[in-house]
């Protein structure tokens, strides 16, 4: 029995994640390593400790006796003020006392442990006005199917709410299993696609491609005998993914397929802070390329191919 | 102190004061007094002594005599200026008898009022540094003395202040992309089909073949695009059309008493004049209009001064009002001769508020009003706030309902002497409508006539002459046609206006009075080509009526733009709902209105519709959704369910609660029937609040004037402090009621309304004016202001010092007196540690019950003039931003002079989750909110949903926000990033709406603080 999953967070009122108003649960941990990975906070399975110094209220404002509030309360005095990542994570045991000082929020914890009731209560709130829009629950993260037991509950718990279940998926798991555990129960998957050659995939994207084209052609087959709706989707990022080789062959890949539709991303620049908050240099961690966003010419350009190729692309 | 007798800033050549140097002189504060009595020598001097500025001491009615007192709190300063029989003087110290007395608190107050230009000065007034008791019509009589001696000075000090804020604006907000106007613009040239199958469930709908009518925009009708760019690009010029003919009148026939020197019975004195006013109004028809007559005399917009009310008020600004930022109207000299020599002066002592004062000796409640901060008390301007009996109107015609009364006069039953004069009343008033029709159908034919001569023109001179024709018939006959049907509503309109102040009067149920005459029209065509002409023809004719209902503009002094920003006269239109039988009331006539709020998207006609889960189509809740989208911001949407549910308590009859329409803003009242007020007092919950945190102290107000509840030490218990609060706030209830109801009853002891009496069912049979409380309904609305900011409050109270302990209440009131400056750490945990309204959390929901029940209960327990309850609502027009600006920090975390939340909306900071929002303002109890209440909703449009996708997701959270038992809500659907543009570059936005609390408004019309307000509401994306 695998260790329970981290929870990151569920979104509500999530309007860019499947059809109609849904609800995301984002889980903590992912098998791929991405450079360009948009939730650095979610590639963990372990829990974290963040922080977001926009928040912190400063030690003129929050201190005892001229410390932080955050420093006193440290075991490890692994928090400093004049850290501007505040916390020597080398030090840092993860207990916590932090995060239950701080009054404004600038330290939190990242990923807690939630039942499947738990996750599903939070979730349920917000039926009606799935049913209202045709909308449903979402999982992301991460990656959900690093927890096939949790989420197999998970999802047979909302189909028999009646809620309709969306699955974001990087694509790497065991077809067996996903195919047992999760499959029945789910409506809808989203795939990604990153990057079609082996070894690209395996320098930016830290695992090999094979299981997860494998995964892709399978799951498509049912789609077409009547199975879950899955769709294809690629993240455009700058000088990685929106290569013209490796779109065209994305777009083959596809067609040999007989894919009809798929969902092209586009790049966003705004995550690397992220990396800050959780104590590591973004300024050393991410690459120039990655820190602006494509201009609508160079989107275009990546559409054309998959639309020459004959392909359908879903906003 | 120091006696100058040597005034060395008059030459012969200077007619200039300069203040500056004066100050600069005698700045230090031992020579405050001595320098105020230069100044006022100066002044005195200037218009005793010089002809031109001494012609203006004195009226039509002979000398304007009054007396002004200046003094400071300490004593230090105190100086008196009388205007007596055309010679002005200096007083040393301030007269019983003087007429206003301005007190400052302190001497700062005083220099700065000298220098600031006006505008500004006002501020020193809403905070209270400035505090003015006595008859303010004199004071503004003063202020237009000292504008003729400023001048130009007042003038280029605006222009500066403009030029700066233009820069600041340019600075602060500019550098936008130019792409967010377009997206804006672009938004009503891709307009939806409605699904051939959707179109079934309508029932109601019989003759659109498409109800969301996308083959027509704006374009289709240059009539209404020529009405529709008047409209934005013309300022409203001051109209005294009105108050010349009334005060004529009474001038001749006497007020008080008539020429034999009897005294004469209200109704029949207000009714005569006001025939005498109808009989004399200029009948204009705008050019290229399908409908005859105008508010006032100025056919694009005018407004109209109600010198009975608060026309009086305006008379400081005659020199300036066309030059003040804000909402600035034209004004003509001769406008301003007319106000200032015959029509002020007559009326200085005459208005709601002189009565008043003088009848009840200036009572604690009203100077509690005249502190801007505590409530608004509404009936010095107006109390038309109702919707009169149209159908009645159109069934009956004015001259049916003249048989009525008549008939009512002749009966057999004990009708007392006063009964039969508000009948007599009400025949007098109609027959002025009447009059006014009459020579509106004469100059329609002498204009047909006109352009017959000319040999141009055809297809006008036809319309004048149906014109002429309609104006022979309605309203005296009923209409039967659309054309006439509307002209008869719009002269009634014209009339009702012209009786009682513009704020409020609703036009009610449209789309249910008018199907029929639709109905009738249509179906008298035979073919497909005519009924597509004649739909056209319909909408062009709603449009013709929306436009001219933008005709009047409230006249409102510089203090409106700040207390209730960019309103118009909130002319409440009530789409959809259920007929009174209970079926499902969509009809034609709702999908037309709905297609000429589209294409107009202006902010007055004020629509609002009825959504009844039972009856109602998705078709219908879409469209709706999609118009908000098109026009960013109309209509409000009400869930009828919930909206029965607060009148059934009352009483009234299931047609009849089935039957209400929104009056004013949101207000529910029983069409035709009621005289509700319902904007009768705005109540900032906040006040009570803060004098139960300083022991019945309020510290804007510097005034010990609630009851003694104790510190904040001596609560040992949440309850003790809950129980305070309370205590304060009934307490400022219980004024409100007070000048409320003595308001009342100067309205009907000095100005009853005997035409608006005539069209409200109920006063007829009773034979009583509406002020009498003739209606067959009778209640009084207040607007509850600063719910969700009281209840964080509470919530954080009762958690962080009484529940957990985290600190005491003392250590918080410190930190609330030096708003939150030196323990921003309290403040970080009292945002981050308290669950609050909005956030989902039961508690919090229970608590804004607790809070709006309670407060229900006692506000219905009240009885107003007319012996009924008073009633509960939670919207609040721009109050939100007036009353906070003026409010101190709170336990919220929320810091001073911020704006509250608008409505009863939970904070921003409450949850991310907007469905959290919907669902704790669902499960407010909607029998506690029983005059309505604005949830305020920010949209983003995404650029890549569809209309089809973004009008569903919309559509989704309507629906199941009723589903959930939601009252109400309405939608902004513009990006922050847009409102910013709008503030750098306002003329690219002349038409943006938004939905303040309640109302629409154009948002470059709206004072900076309700514009940020609306920047920082949270958006939520669609």
Redesign the interface.
Known sequence: MSSPPLILDI???A??DGP??RSVVFFKGCLLDCDWCHNPESMSKKSEISFEAKNC?GVD??NSLGHS?CEISCPEQAISIDNPLLIDRDKCTLCYECVETC???AITQVGEIMSVDEVCQRVL??K??Y?????GVTLSGGEPTLHMEFVSELLKKLKSNGVHTLLQTCGLFPYDKFISLLYPWLDTIYFDLKLYDEDQHRRYCGASNETILNNFVQLHQLHLEGGAEVLARTPLVPEITDSESNLKAIAKFLKENNVSRTQLMTYNPIWQDKWDKLGYNSEALVDESLKTWMNQVQIEQCETIFRDAGLQLV? | MNKLTHIPFITEQSNRLSFNEVFKNTIRKPLLNPATHVLLQVMAAQFTLRPSLNRYLKGVDGWINFIIGFKTLSGSVEQGISFNNGKVKVLTNIPRHAEVVLTFSNEDALVEMFRLPPNEALNLVLKNRIVLEGNLAYLQAFNFYVSLLMGDKHQKMLKKAQQDDELAREKDYGGGEASLCKEFKARPQYRMTCDSNMVKQDQGVNFLDDPYLPNYSLEDFPRLRGFLDDHLNHKAEVCAERAKWITRYYRENGFETDNDGNKPVPEIRQAQAYKYLMSNKRPIIRKNDLLAGTTSSYPITGSVVYPDAQGVMIWGELLSIDKRSLIPFDISQETIDSLHFDIFPFWAKRNFNEWMREQNDYPICQKINERWVAYFVWKSIGISHTIPDIPRLLEAGTLGIIDEINNRLKANDPVIDAGTNALKAMVLCLEGINSYAENLASLAEVQAEELAQQGTEVKRQKELGELAKICRKVPMQPPETLDEAFNALWITWVGLLNENADTGLSVGRLDQWLQPFFESDIKKLSSKKEKEAYIAHAIELAGCFFMRCTDHFPLGPDIANFLFGGASSTQALTLGGVTPDGEDAVNDMTYIFLKVTEMLSIRDVNVNARFNKAKNSNAYLDRLCEVNFITAGTPSMHNDDAVFASLKPHGYPQNHIRDWSATGCVEPTISGKHMGHTGSILMNLVAGMEMALNDGYHPLMKWHLGPKTGSVDSFDSFEAFFNAYMKQQTFLIDQSVELNNALAAIHAQYRPTPLLSALIDGSIKNAKDVTRGGALYNSSGVSNIGLADVTDSLLVVKKLVFDEKRFTFAELKQVLDNDFED????R??VQ??VPLFGS?DPEAVDMANRVAGAFHGYYNRCRNYRDGPYTAGFWSMSQHVAYGSLSGALPSGRKAGKAFTPGLTPQPSAS?????NI?DVAKLNPEFMDNNIAFNVKLIP?S??TREETV??M???V??YF??GGMQMQFNVVTSETLRDAMAHPENYRNLLVRISGYNAYFVTLNKEIQIELIERTE???
């Open positions: 979104k509500g009122n309007l860019d109609g108003i209220l404002s929050c509030l009054p404004a929020t709130k917000y009606s006005f049913d209202s829009s045709g909308g906003k | 323990n921003t750490s309290l970080a945990l981050n540690k989902g991310k989750n907007f469905l959290d669902c995404d890549k949903d569903n997701t559509s989704a959270y629906k199941t589903d959930h939520y994306g669609l």
